[in-house]
C-alpha cells in the first residue's frame, strides 16, 4: 500500500484537521509518515493568514517540488488555508502540485489521495460553511497533552483579516462530540486538553438556544477523568461574562491561564479594526478577570501599524502595556491583506510597523523577566514535557506556560523524570525568559 506522508503548518486548528487527515487516510489502508522522503504523496496542510505564513507554505511547496524533481517523493497535494485561498495561483504558478484541497474538503483525503495515485488531477472547494464532519486523530503533539477544538469559522469580521473567507461561518460542535472526543483523549493519556477554535468565547451561541455554553462545557471537561490541567485558548473580551469568570476561579482543574487577543487598546483603531469594545471596556475586564481569578496569567496579540496607528496611538498602546503588566504578549506588524478592508486603508510603512513590534517586546521581555523574578522562592507544580539532549536537563511547564508559544521550567534531577508526569519544582533563578528549577523533594544539585 502507498505511503502518505505529512506536513501541517499554521495554528493548532490546522493541526488538528491534519491529524483528522491522517486518521482518515491510515482506516483506508495506506501508511501514514512524519517523514515526506521516500512517499508516494505528500500532503502540505498549508497556513495562508498573514504574509510570514505564505511565505512557509510556498517555501515548502517549493521544497517538495524539488524532492519531487529529483524523484524521492510522488504526487504533491496541497490542503488548508493557502489552497483555498490562492486555488487559481497555485494551479496557474505552481506546476509541480498535482491536487489542491480547499478547507471544506479535507474530508475528502482518501479519494483524493486515491485518485493522485491513479495519475489523475485533484481540484476540489467544497462548501466552507459545511457542518464539521465528526472522525478521530493521529495526534501529533506528545502523549501528555493535545488540543481539541470545538468550532469551526468566524463571525467576527474585523477588518484586517481574511479567515471568515477561509474557514466559513462560526460552526460550533456538539458537546456530546466534544466530551467523548476529550473522554478518548484522556483514555489515550492526554492530561492537559488546551481548548480551540477560532473563538471560542462563542461557542454554542450558533446552535438552538443561541447560548454561550462554553462555561457549561468546562463544567464537563473538568468531570473527566484522567485529565488534569484544562487551557482555554482564544477568548474574545466582549464575550466573557460573569459566569465564565465564575467558572474560570472555581474549577481547580481549569488552569488560571487565558488568551484573549485584542489586538490594540485604542478607540480609533479598535473602531476601525471592527472589534467590539474599547479600550476603557478592556481595562475594566482585566481588572476584574484580575480580582475574580486569582493568580491569573493573561496572554494577548497585538499588531502594530494598523491604519490609523500614529505615534500617539502607538505610545496609547505602550503605557496600556505598562499599566497592565499582561504576563504574556506576542507582537505582530500590521499584515495587508488582499481582500480586507483594511488593506485599503492607509497604514504605517512596513519598517515603523516592525520597529514599533520589536518596542513592545523589548517592554514585554522586561515585564516578563519581573513576572519570572517573582516565581523564585515559590514552589510550583510543573508538567514534564521532555529531556533536552544538548543541556542535559528535563524540562517542563507550570500554568502559565502553553505548549509552544510561552517559556519552560528546566528541572535539576537526581534521578530520570517521566514525560507527563506533574512534579513539584522549587524555582531558584531565572534565564533568558525561562525557569531554573529542581524537584522539591530533593536537596539543590
Known amino acids: 500500500m502507498a505511503v502518505i506522508g505529512f506536513i501541517s503548518l499554521g495554528c493548532a486548528k490546522n493541526q488538528v484537521d491534519c491529524e483528522r487527515m491522517m486518521y482518515r487516510v491510515q482506516e483506508a489502508g495506506y501508511t501514514v509518515s512524519g517523514e515526506i522522503v521516500g512517499c508516494d504523496v505528500v500532503v502540505i496542510n498549508t497556513c495562508g493568514f498573514i504574509d510570514s505564513a505564505k511565505s512557509e507554505a510556498i517555501d515548502h511547496i517549493l ?6 524533481a529529483e524523484g524521492k517523493i510522488g504526487k504533491i497535494l496541497v490542503t488548508g488555508c493557502l489552497a483555498q ?9 505552481m506546476p509541480e502540485v498535482d491536487g489542491i484541497l480547499g478547507t471544506g474538503s479535507y474530508t475528502e483525503i482518501v479519494p483524493a489521495i486515491g485518485a493522485l495515485l491513479e495519475e489523475k488531477t485533484v481540484s476540489q472547494f467544497d462548501s466552507i460553511d459545511a457542518p464539521e464532519q465528526e472522525s478521530w486523530r493521529i495526534l501529533t503533539t506528545p502523549e501528555h497533552y493535545a488540543y481539541i477544538k470545538i468550532a469551526e469559522g468566524c463571525d467576527n469580521r474585523c477588518s484586517y483579516c481574511v479567515i ?48 454561550r455554553l462554553l462555561p457549561e462545557l468546562l463544567r464537563q471537561l473538568a468531570k473527566i477523568d484522567g485529565i488534569h490541567w484544562i487551557r482555554v485558548h482564544y477568548v474574545y473580551p466582549d464575550e466573557i461574562d460573569d459566569e465564565f469568570i465564575r467558572v474560570m476561579a472555581e474549577e481547580p482543574k481549569i488552569v488560571k491561564y487565558l488568551d484573549i487577543p485584542i489586538q490594540h487598546c485604542n478607540d480609533h483603531i479598535l473602531e476601525l479594526m471592527n472589534r467590539r469594545g474599547n479600550g476603557a471596556f478592556l481595562r475594566e475586564l482585566f481588572h476584574k478577570l484580575r480580582e475574580g481569578i486569582p493568580g491569573l496569567v493573561i496572554r494577548t496579540s497585538l499588531i502594530t501599524g494598523l491604519p490609523g496607528e500614529g505615534e500617539a496611538e502607538f505610545q496609547e498602546l505602550m503605557d496600556f502595556l505598562r499599566e497592565l503588566r499582561l504576563e504574556r504578549v506576542g507582537a505582530f506588524p500590521f499584515s495587508p491583506e488582499e481582500g480586507t478592508k483594511a488593506a485599503e486603508m492607509e497604514h504605517v510603512d512596513e519598517d515603523v510597523a516592525m520597529e514599533r513590534a520589536q518596542s513592545v517586546e523589548l517592554l514585554q521581555s522586561q515585564i516578563m523577566d519581573e513576572y519570572n523574578a517573582s516565581m ?11 529531556f533536552d539532549q544538548e543541556y542535559e536537563q528535563f524540562y517542563g511547564r507550570t500554568y502559565a506556560d502553553s505548549p509552544e508559544i510561552d517559556g519552560r ?11 507527563g508526569d506533574f512534579v513539584q519544582v522549587y524555582i531558584e533563578g531565572t534565564q533568558d525568559g525561562d525557569l531554573l528549577g529542581y524537584l522539591a523533594e530533593e536537596d539543590s544539585p
Open 164 to 211: 471568515p473567507s477561509l474557514r466559513g461561518k462560526y460552526r460550533s460542535r456538539q458537546m456530546d462530540d466534544v466530551l467523548y472526543e476529550a473522554r478518548m483523549l484522556a483514555a489515550s493519556g492526554a492530561k492537559e486538553l488546551i481548548v480551540v477554535a477560532q473563538d471560542t468565547s462563542r461557542y454554542g451561541t450558533d446552535l438552538p438556544g443561541h447560548k
Open 376 to 386: 523564585i522562592g515559590k514552589t510550583l507544580e510543573v508538567l514534564v514535557d521532555g
Open 63 to 68: 521544497m517538495a517540488g524539488a524532492l519531487k
Open 409 to 419: 521550567v528546566w528541572i535539576a534531577a537526581q534521578e530520570p523524570l517521566r514525560e
Open 85 to 93: 485561498r490562492y486555488q487559481e495561483e497555485i494551479t496557474r504558478e
